[in-house]
C-alpha cells in the first residue's frame, strides 16, 4: 500500500498567521491527493480535491499544491474556527486509499 | 441533502461480532460508492474497505480481509459493516463515508468498544 507521510504532527499558530502542512507520497500518485478538516467529536470534511480544487462553499483561505510525491495544504490566514486535525488521503488506488497521519492546529 | 445517518453506540465483548448500519438519504443509493472508516481514540483515521451498492462488490483493506464484511439492503438504503472475533483494538468511532476518491459526505461515527 502506499504511505502518506504527513508533517508537522502538530503545530501552534497565531490568528492570521500563514500555516503550512506537507504530506509526501511514498510513490507516485499524480494528483489523486485530498485533504480533510476534522473538528473534535465530528466527522471529517473534504475540503481540497485532486491536489488544489476547493471543494464548493470551502473559504478560499485554505488551499493545496503539488504533485507526484509531494505536496502543500495552505491557510493563508489562520482563524479561530480552523482548530482542528488536517488529514491528507491518497487515492491512486482507487480502491486502495491510504490517510497521512494528520497535523493537529492550534491557536498560540 | 446528502445525509448518511449511523447506528447507535455497541459495548462488545473480545471475540463477539458487531454489526453497524449506514442509512443513505438525500441521493440514489445504488449510485455512489461507500467506504468504511475507522478511528480510535486519539488516532488517526484508518480506511477499512469500500462497497459498490449497486452490485454488492466490495474491496477490504488487507487489515482486515477475514474479518469484515460489508453489505447493503438497497430496499431501505441502507449500508452495512460487519467487524467479527473483536479484540480490545478494535474499540473506535466506525464510520461511512459516501464516494470513492474524495470522500465527500459522512455519517456522524458509531462508537465500539471492546471490553470484557
Known amino acids: 500500500d502506499i504511505q502518506m507521510t504527513q508533517s508537522p504532527s502538530s503545530l501552534s499558530a497565531s490568528v492570521g498567521d500563514r500555516v503550512t502542512i506537507t504530506c509526501q507520497a511514498s510513490?507516485?500518485?499524480?494528483?489523486?491527493l485530498n485533504w480533510y478538516q476534522q473538528k473534535p467529536g465530528k466527522a471529517p470534511k473534504l475540503l481540497i480535491y485532486?491536489?488544489?480544487n476547493l471543494e464548493t462553499g470551502v473559504p478560499s483561505r485554505f488551499s493545496g499544491s503539488g504533485s507526484g510525491t509531494d505536496f502543500t495544504f495552505t491557510i493563508s490566514s489562520l482563524q479561530p474556527e480552523d482548530i482542528a486535525t488536517y488529514y491528507c488521503?491518497?487515492?491512486?488506488?482507487?480502491?486502495?486509499?491510504?490517510f497521512g497521519g494528520g497535523t493537529k492546529v492550534e491557536i498560540k | 441533502q446528502v445525509q448518511l445517518v449511523q447506528s447507535g453506540a455497541e459495548v462488545k465483548k473480545p471475540g463477539a461480532s458487531v454489526k453497524v448500519s449506514c442509512k443513505a438519504s438525500?441521493?440514489?443509493?445504488?449510485?455512489?460508492?461507500i467506504n468504511w472508516v475507522r478511528q480510535a481514540t486519539g488516532q488517526g483515521l484508518e480506511w477499512m474497505g469500500w462497497?459498490?451498492?449497486?452490485?454488492?462488490?466490495?474491496g477490504y483493506a488487507q487489515k482486515f480481509q477475514g474479518r469484515v464484511t460489508m453489505t447493503r439492503n438497497t430496499s431501505i438504503s441502507t449500508a452495512y459493516m460487519e467487524l467479527s472475533s473483536l479484540r480490545s483494538e478494535d474499540t473506535a468511532v466506525y464510520y461511512c463515508?459516501?464516494?470513492?476518491?474524495?470522500?465527500?459526505?459522512w455519517g456522524q461515527g458509531t462508537l465500539v468498544t471492546v471490553s470484557s
Open positions: 510513490q507516485d500518485i499524480s494528483n489523486y
Open positions: 462497497m459498490n451498492p449497486n452490485s454488492g462488490n466490495t
Open positions: 485532486d491536489a488544489s
Open positions: 463515508a459516501r464516494d470513492l476518491g474524495g470522500m465527500t459526505s
Open positions: 488521503q491518497q487515492y491512486d488506488n482507487l480502491l486502495r486509499p491510504t
Open positions: 438525500g441521493y440514489t443509493f445504488t449510485s455512489y460508492d
